[in-house]
């Protein structure tokens, strides 16, 4: 037990100074831009060390007429030092995507690695970087949205402080390094006080307004690590939206690299 305590103390420690990296590498950024990076970094700065996670989704489309349809979903995730995050969503209902498994790999610099296995060709598909912009099975959820969070993969700018359902957020804009993002920039709503996201609207190639995704029912766990347990993405160009109500949070339950490969895509359950 002591031996695992002092191998999380590094791990922390380790990507607390990954973090400082990116912050004294911006000694060319205006006032603006600096601000916009260091709340960014706060913000994953205090939910690192929550090592691996499972929960359930419960995933509503909604088409322009207000017609449902919905998908459950089990969700296993995994922290990675010094790399972007993993992750595994496996369909479970209904029956037509039952089996269906995504697997991605985020990464702060390079492109994304991302895998889908679709049960009925029986054949895993590696997702191209440059189709990293495509809805993900018929959500308005973006391939690229489903990566973590990761402070390199943009560039930041300070818009000042704004009122959100009587929160008080910090504003920030966030350009996307890779070229084959699907937007120019994203604007992101973070609270002063825990340093959560609230809101985010995702601007497309056109820099016009495409999705608006919101946060809502923050609860935290472990005494430190905050999870919304709903989120909606609104797409304002084709009425369409999709919201993804989360259930039975787990973390540190023992999950390893072995749990995230693509041999796990046939057998994920």
């Known amino acids: ?11 922390l420690a380790l990507s607390s100074l990954s973090l400082m990296a990116v912050s004294s590498n911006s000694f060319a950024l205006s006032a603006e831009e600096q601000k916009g990076l260091d709340i960014s970094l706060e913000s994953k700065k205090r939910d690192l060390g929550w090592q691996d996670s499972t929960a359930d989704m419960l995933m509503l489309l909604r088409n322009k007429q207000g017609q449902e349809s919905t998908r459950e979903i089990k969700m296993k995730s995994l922290e ?5 995050d993993k992750s ?13 498994a995504f697997l991605s790999f985020s990464h702060p610099v390079e492109a994304d690695d991302q895998w889908l296995f679709l049960p009925a060709l029986k054949r895993v598909k590696r997702i191209s970087s ?5 809805p993900f099975m018929g959500s308005e959820f ?6 973590s969070f990761e402070v390199e993969k943009y560039t930041y700018k300070y818009l000042g402080v704004d ?4 929160v008080t957020n910090f504003k920030v804009e966030q350009y996307p390094v890779d070229e084959n993002s699907g937007y120019t920039r994203r604007v992101v709503w973070i609270d002063t006080k825990e340093y959560l996201a609230h809101k985010i609207d995702f601007y497309d190639r056109k820099d016009s307004l495409l999705k608006t995704l919101t946060f809502s029912d923050y609860k935290q766990y472990l005494s430190k690590h905050w999870r919304a347990d709903n ?13 993804l109500k989360w259930a039975n ?3 540190k339950t023992g999950l390893s690299d072995s749990d995230f490969n693509r041999n796990s895509l046939k057998r994920a359950r």
């Not at 990675?80 to 972007?84: Q, S």
């Not at 973006?142 to 990566?147: C, R, V």
């Not at 989120?231 to 919201?243: A, D, L, P, R, V």
């Open 1 to 11: 037990m002591l031996t695992k305590k002092i191998l999380m103390s590094a791990v």
């Open 80 to 84: 990675v030092l010094n790399d972007g």
């Open 130 to 134: 440059r189709n990293k912009s495509g």
């Open 163 to 166: 009122e959100l359902n009587g």
């Open 142 to 147: 973006a391939f690229e949205d489903l990566s």
């Open 249 to 251: 949070y787990n973390f």
């Open 88 to 100: 595994l969503t496996i369909f479970n209902k209904p029956r037509d995507v039952k089996g269906t």
């Open 231 to 243: 989120q909606e993405m609104i797409n304002h160009q084709n009425g369409k939206s999709t919201e």
